[in-house]
Every structure is written in structure tokens, then in C-alpha cells.
């Protein structure tokens, strides 16, 4: 029995739509700087001093006025200690002040001499031994963050540089968005999880249930409270009870298999008795149907059961509308241009997301098995070839390059 085939659909489309069905989560939470990596931003940082909060050394050496250093070999006492901490007095004018790094310029000082360019000379004289340059080896006061100024924008998702960033305006609690609440389960009678039966012990026809695994971690990395709810039986009734359960109290159902409209697909039907999902046919490889809808107040969506469908599918749709739902304004990674080390003469009509990795030569290379069942290639690419539908590619040609390294962030 044949079911009539829905047009394709453009990716672009498909994001759109999702995009315009997610809604940016109620609720905000503050947490510790220390726990906020990869958290959105719920509010513009906004720094209440300067960054650094005064001119400073970069350097251990002398602190000068360079208009008394007309040539080398100057001798001057040294009228000052001042190490990183600690309060500076105004520079006596003839004078140097010993300065570490970090530690504020005198008033009257407008030069740091390094101490590799100075001689001490007996015990309080120092020998300049290079002319200085006015302002060398001073930080300046607000050089990094002036006050006033939104040092992260509201949106960002937080990254370990930015809670740095956080931290050097005084911030030890962060306002970002809450978690967004997933349920996920895996849908297929052959699926068994590893650990339950041992390889050798596997029935004809059984396979371990790849797709629960990094389906999980991947939603842990995008912040999502994830609800494992295993693996639902390839029947409407059992599909159904887990999908009102999973409806109860969670933002995004995700499932994955079962959303084809073969006679052991249950997704459809189940979901229709409860709300309501339209099934995609998107124009992209691997991974074809896809299956949105809503039950109760939760988004539903079903993922293709072959593994690197799954893969690919989650990292080009459910991943930014995750990011969406938490209201961050990056979705999506920017792609490079990087020029082709393989051969690709067979096209396709569909926009085609290739599984590569970067060599050595700055190019990237094909792993040789594109099909949507080798998970294999997902594991040794670190990234996806995005190919124009039609399109073939010769040695050396400039493809569109998008890292897994940000698009597994
Ligand atoms: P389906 O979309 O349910 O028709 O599944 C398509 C293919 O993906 C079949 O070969 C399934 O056995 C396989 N598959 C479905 N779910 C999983 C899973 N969780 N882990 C590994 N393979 C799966
Ligand atoms: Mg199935």
C-alpha cells in the first residue's frame, strides 16, 4: 500500500516554519558563574566599572616619565616599590618606580621599561638601557570593558571565555533561561540497549538502539532537561500512553523511527489521537521524514530511525529550535568555505550533507560510505559538506564547510 508522497520540502523552509512555532520559554533562573557554561543570557550584561579599572604595567620593569630618557645609559633612583595590589604614590619627578605586572602606573608615569632594558645600579638606582616610547607597556584603564558598556549581549549562549568575561565585572550570578524540558524515546521492536543482551546472544533481526545514546547527549549539550522514556513498543496503544505522559509536563517530545507511514509506523496515528503532527518530506540527505506537531502544550517531533538521519536531521532542525526556545539569537554555526580532497561525480537531487574531515592540507576529505545507516561516518567526519541540490564536485572545488565542533556545542 502506497500512501501519496507529499512534495519535498526545501530545508530552509522546514527551519522556518519550526522557527515560527517555537516561542521563547517562560522563566529565567539565576545560577552561579561557575555553572552557567553554554547557558543562554536572559538579560544584556551591562559592566559597572572598567575593565582593567586602572592604567596598569604589562610588564615587570620601571615606571618612567620618557621625556627624562632622551638617551641610553640614564641613571635615576628608584623612588618606589610597586608590586600588583598595591596603591601607587604620584612618580617624584628624576625618579623610576619598580612596577610588576598588573600593578597600577604612578601618577607622573607615562612609560613601563621592561626589566630585561634595565641595569640596577647599586642599590636604589636603576640604568635605562633603551630610550622609551610614551605609553609602552601600559594597559590602559578600560581597555577591555569601558563602564556602561554590555559587555554580553542578552541571547549569547555563554561560553567559558564569557563566564571569564562575567567574572571580570564582578558578576557571580548569571539570569539565564530555563532548561527547556525533553522527553525522548526510541521507537522499534528490533531496538535492544546494549547491556541488556550481549552481543552473541543477539536474535536475527535485533539491533542495539544507537540513536537513544547520542540523542540524549546531544540534548544535554544544548542544556534540555532530558526525560528518557526508553524504548516504546512498535504499538498505537503503547505509543500513545507515552506520548500523554510525555505531554504532561515537557516542552519538545523528540522520537525517533517510526514517523515513515509504513503499517509499523505508529508516530502519526499516535499523535493524531492526542493532538495533532504533519508529516515532512524535507529535501535534504540523509534523512528525509520528519514529522512536527503538538500534544497538549508540548512540540512534538519525530526523527528518521536510520542513525546518521537522526544525526543529521536533530543537528539541522531540533538543534536551533532548542536554541530558539531558549531564545538565543545564534542558531546556526557559520559555514567556511574549504576546498574539496575527494571526488563527488554522482549528484543528487536533494541538498546533501556529507560527512568529512579536515586534513592535514587544510582541505577535507569524504569518508567513502555516505549511507544513512553507517554511523560510523558521523564518528570519523568532524563536520558536514552542505551540496547545493544537482550539484557534483571535483577534487579541489570550494565546498560549505560546517563544523560538528559548533554544532555540537
Ligand atoms: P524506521 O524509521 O523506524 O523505519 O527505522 C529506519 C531504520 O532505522 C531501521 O533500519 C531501524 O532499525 C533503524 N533504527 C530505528 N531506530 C533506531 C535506533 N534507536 N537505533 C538504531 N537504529 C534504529
Ligand atoms: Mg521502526
Known amino acids: 500500500m502506497?500512501?501519496?508522497?507529499?512534495?519535498?520540502?526545501?530545508?530552509?523552509?522546514?527551519?522556518?516554519?519550526?522557527?515560527?512555532?517555537?516561542q521563547t520559554l517562560e522563566g529565567t533562573e539565576t545560577v552561579s558563574t561557575f555553572e552557567a557554561d553554554g547557558r543562554v543570557l536572559a538579560g544584556d550584561l551591562i559592566?559597572?566599572?572598567?575593565?582593567?579599572?586602572?592604567?596598569n604595567s604589562s610588564m615587570d620593569g620601571y615606571a618612567v616619565r620618557s621625556s627624562e630618557i632622551a638617551d641610553e645609559?640614564?641613571?635615576?633612583?628608584?623612588?618606589?616599590?610597586?608590586?600588583?595590589?598595591?596603591?601607587?604614590?604620584?612618580?617624584?619627578?628624576?625618579?623610576?618606580?619598580?612596577i610588576f605586572t598588573g600593578a597600577p602606573i604612578p601618577s607622573g608615569a607615562d612609560a613601563v621599561v621592561m626589566q630585561e632594558d634595565a641595569e640596577p645600579a647599586?642599590?636604589?638606582?636603576?640604568?635605562?638601557?633603551?630610550?622609551?616610547?610614551?605609553?609602552?607597556?601600559?594597559?590602559?584603564?578600560?581597555?577591555?570593558?569601558?563602564?556602561?558598556?554590555?559587555?554580553?549581549?542578552?541571547?549569547?549562549?555563554?561560553?567559558?571565555?564569557?563566564l571569564g568575561l562575567a567574572a571580570?565585572?564582578?558578576?557571580?550570578?548569571?539570569?539565564?533561561?530555563?532548561r527547556p524540558r525533553v522527553a525522548l524515546f526510541s521507537t522499534g521492536d528490533e531496538l535492544v540497549m546494549p547491556g541488556a543482551v550481549p552481543p552473541e546472544q543477539m536474535k536475527p533481526g535485533a539491533i542495539y538502539n544507537s540513536n537513544r545514546f547520542f540523542l540524549s547527549a546531544l540534548l544535554r549539550r544544548l542544556e534540555c532537561e532530558v526525560s528518557d522514556f526508553g524504548i516504546v513498543p512498535d504499538r498505537r496503544d503503547a505509543t500513545v500512553t507515552a506520548l500523554r505522559e510525555a505531554s504532561r509536563d515537557h516542552d519538545l517530545i523528540l522520537t525517533s523511527g517510526g514517523v515513515s507511514?509504513?503499517?509499523?509506523?505508529?508516530?502519526?496515528?499516535?499523535?493524531?489521537?492526542?493532538?495533532?503532527l504533519?508529516?515532512?518530506?524535507?529535501?535534504?540527505?540523509?534523512?528525509?521524514?520528519?514529522?512536527?506537531?503538538?500534544?497538549?502544550?508540548s512540540h512534538c517531533m519525530g526523527l528518521p530511525g536510520n542513525p546518521v538521519s537522526s544525526f543529521v536531521t536533530f543537528l539541522l532542525l531540533v538543534r536551533p529550535f532548542l536554541l530558539e526556545l531558549q531564545g538565543a539569537t545564534r542558531l546556526v554555526p557559520v559555514a567556511m568555505r574549504l576546498p574539496a580532497h575527494f571526488d563527488l561525480p554522482r549528484m543528487d537531487k536533494r541538498r546533501e550533507f556529507l560527512r568529512v574531515r579536515r586534513d592535514a592540507e587544510g582541505g577535507v576529505a569524504l569518508f567513502p560510505n555516505q549511507s544513512s545507516g553507517v554511523l560510523t561516518s558521523a564518528a570519523w567526519g568532524d563536520g558536514l559538506v552542505?551540496?547545493?541540490?544537482?550539484?557534483?564536485i571535483a577534487n579541489g572545488d570550494l565546498v560549505s564547510f560546517v563544523s560538528f565542533a559548533e554544532l555540537l556545542a
Open 47 to 55: 559592566s559597572a566599572l572598567q575593565v582593567p579599572p586602572h592604567d
Open 278 to 297: 504533519d508529516l515532512w518530506q524535507i529535501a535534504i540527505k540523509p534523512g528525509k521524514p520528519f514529522a512536527y506537531g503538538k500534544v497538549g502544550g
Open 386 to 392: 552542505d551540496n547545493p541540490p544537482g550539484t557534483s
Open 168 to 178: 571580570s565585572i564582578g558578576m557571580d550570578r548569571l539570569t539565564v533561561r530555563r
Open 261 to 276: 507511514v509504513g503499517e509499523e509506523d505508529h508516530i502519526k496515528p499516535a499523535v493524531e489521537a492526542l493532538g495533532s
Open 73 to 98: 645609559g640614564v641613571a635615576l633612583p628608584v623612588s618606589q616599590r610597586i608590586p600588583a595590589g598595591t596603591a601607587a604614590e604620584p612618580l617624584l619627578p628624576g625618579t623610576a618606580a619598580r
Open 2 to 22: 502506497s500512501a501519496p508522497r507529499a512534495p519535498l520540502r526545501p530545508l530552509d523552509d522546514a527551519l522556518a516554519e519550526l522557527l515560527r512555532q517555537a
Open 122 to 162: 647599586g642599590e636604589q638606582l636603576v640604568r635605562i638601557m633603551r630610550v622609551p616610547t610614551p605609553g609602552q607597556w601600559i594597559r590602559r584603564s578600560g581597555e577591555d570593558v569601558s563602564r556602561g558598556a554590555v559587555v554580553i549581549a542578552k541571547g549569547e549562549r555563554l561560553s567559558a571565555a564569557a
